[in-house]
C-alpha cells in the first residue's frame, strides 16, 4: 500500500510541475527528449510499483544437511527462526 501511495504521490508532483511551468506550445521541433522521459517517467514508476526481488522468510525451508538446532532471534524487524 504504500508504494502505491508513493507512486501516486510522485505521479501527481510531477504533472502539478509540469502543469505549473508549462507556457506557450511551440510545436516547432519534436526530437527526442518526450520519449526518453516518457520511459524514465516510466521506469519510476514501474520500479516503486514492482515486488520485491527476494523471497519471504521461510520460503527455503529447513536445511537439508543432518540435524540442527532451531534458535529464535531478533533480527530488527521481526522475530526469526534458524538452523544453527
Given at each position: 500500500?504504500?508504494?502505491?501511495?508513493t507512486?501516486?504521490?510522485?505521479?501527481?508532483?510531477?504533472?502539478?510541475?509540469v502543469?505549473?511551468?508549462?507556457?506557450?506550445?511551440?510545436?516547432?521541433?519534436?526530437?527526442?527528449?518526450?520519449?526518453?522521459?516518457?520511459?524514465?517517467?516510466?521506469?519510476?514508476?514501474?520500479?516503486?510499483?514492482?515486488?520485491p526481488?527476494?523471497y519471504?522468510?521461510?520460503?527455503?525451508g529447513p536445511?537439508?544437511?543432518?540435524?540442527?538446532?532451531?534458535?529464535t532471534?531478533?533480527?530488527?524487524?521481526?522475530?526469526v527462526?534458524?538452523?544453527?
Amino acid at each position: 500500500m504504500k508504494k502505491i501511495v508513493t507512486a501516486l504521490l510522485a505521479a501527481t508532483t510531477i504533472a502539478l510541475a509540469v502543469v505549473a511551468t508549462s507556457g506557450a506550445a511551440e510545436a516547432r521541433w519534436w526530437g527526442p527528449g518526450p520519449i526518453i522521459g516518457g520511459v524514465v517517467a516510466g521506469a519510476v514508476v514501474g520500479s516503486a510499483l514492482a515486488a520485491p526481488y527476494y523471497y519471504p522468510y521461510g520460503y527455503y525451508g529447513p536445511y537439508p544437511y543432518g540435524p540442527c538446532v532451531w534458535r529464535t532471534y531478533w533480527n530488527g524487524y521481526r522475530w526469526v527462526r534458524a538452523c544453527y
